[in-house]
């Protein structure tokens, strides 16, 4: 079992940044493959960005460019770094563990005002 919390959340202007953490406890994640999603208020959960075991990331082509996930093996934890940040990536951002099953923390608000 890997139990995730996420942090870093909060109020910030059209054009700030945040960095979000997801801490995990339980196992290493240095052998999963990591994952960030979001869900606005009334809408589907979606798809942010992916970090691979390798190091290798992907991004939704709504955040790429400003967005940018990271790990840190020896913290055993995934950073989101949100940069030129937007009011429509206000959501809850949550992140996700993939292993031998897929593990989700409680997300962290995240409102961006215009």
């Known amino acids: 079992q890997v139990q995730l919390v996420e942090s870093g959340g909060g109020l910030v202007q059209a054009g700030g940044s945040l960095r979000l953490s997801c801490a995990a406890s339980?196992?290493?994640?240095?052998?999963?493959?990591m994952a960030w999603f979001r869900q606005a208020p009334g809408k589907e959960r979606e798809f942010v960005a992916r970090l691979w075991v390798g190091g290798t990331t992907s991004y939704a082509d709504s955040v790429k460019g400003r967005f940018t996930t990271s790990r840190d093996n020896a913290k055993n934890t995934v950073y989101l770094q949100m940069n030129s940040l937007k009011p429509e990536d206000t959501a809850v951002y949550y992140c996700?563990?993939?292993?031998?099953?897929?593990?989700w923390g409680q997300g962290t608000q995240v409102t961006v005002s215009s």
């Open positions: 339980g196992r290493t994640i240095s052998s999963y493959t």
């Open positions: 996700r563990a993939s292993g031998t099953g897929n593990y």
